[in-house]
């Protein structure tokens, strides 16, 4: 098997590019097994911090997740989607790295066999990295992963113009990934679909980034006006 294998489904998403199902040629790729390692991980948090001005390792390590489990997810989660599963393995998986080594695709090269048992093999091997790297806690890392996998259905499902549908796999699939991932969930606001989020990115630690719109830090009724706001801009 090659990436002739998620070309298909890349085939079938409007915006594949976008959504990181097709690597830019000017990125680099590398092996998504690395991700599980903690020493090469933890140059990556170095870089990070570097860019940052930061030596807070646990927000770094949680600002790295946040971005790196949103792109290891999104093969998978297409694959799901548009009815062509794609392998969720690491060993089957090469991530695109920006310059910066910033993640911004990803590429499976086998058909998956079992979605939510790849999944649960493939978050715990680079939780515990991540976790080991940054000195993070890996609940945490897991409400993450949540937040990403809901996320990449949401965005799946705009594209596709099935919303409904795709963000309806969410639950299930979480289910069957098993504890200690929390339940994935949704808000509809003004008519809009948005990840009702169970975790923090902690990018606000690292200014000039201000906290997200959706994030749960906010007040609850700060939080709603905000994204009463973006339905209106979607719209």
């Keep these: 098997m090659t990436a002739q294998v998620q070309a298909a489904v890349a085939a079938r998403v409007p915006g594949a590019a976008a959504l990181g199902l097709l690597a ?4 680099s790729a590398v092996p998504a097994a690395l991700f599980a390692d903690a020493a090469w991980t933890a140059g990556r948090l170095t870089a990070l911090g570097a860019r940052y001005a930061s030596a807070d390792r646990r927000v770094l390590g949680t600002v790295w997740w946040y971005s790196a489990s949103s792109v290891l997810l999104t093969p ?18 090469s991530v695109a790295l920006l310059g910066s080594g910033t993640p911004i695709a990803a590429t499976s090269s086998a058909s998956g066999t079992d979605t939510a048992a790849e ?6 091997a680079v939780v515990d990295a991540v976790a080991g790297a940054g000195g993070v806690r890996a609940r945490p890392l897991w409400a993450i992963a949540t937040d990403s996998l809901a996320n990449r259905l949401l ?15 969410a639950a299930p699939l ?12 949704y808000v509809d606001v003004a008519g809009v679909r948005f990840t009702r989020r169970v975790s ?8 000039p980034e201000p906290l997200c719109t959706s994030c749960p830090r906010r007040p609850a009724a700060e939080r709603q006006v905000l994204l009463e706001d973006t339905a209106e801009r979607m719209r």
């Design 24 to 27: 830019p040629p000017s990125a």
């Design 76 to 93: 998978a989660l297409a694959g799901l989607a548009t009815g062509l599963p794609l392998s969720a393995r690491l060993a089957d998986t």
């Design 119 to 124: 999944l649960r093999e493939s978050l715990a």
């Design 155 to 169: 965005a799946l499902g705009r594209a596709l113009g099935d919303e409904e549908r795709v963000t309806a796999l």
């Design 174 to 185: 979480a289910a069957a990934v098993g504890p200690p991932l929390p339940a994935p969930r």
């Design 200 to 207: 923090c990115c902690l990018l606000y630690r690292l200014p």
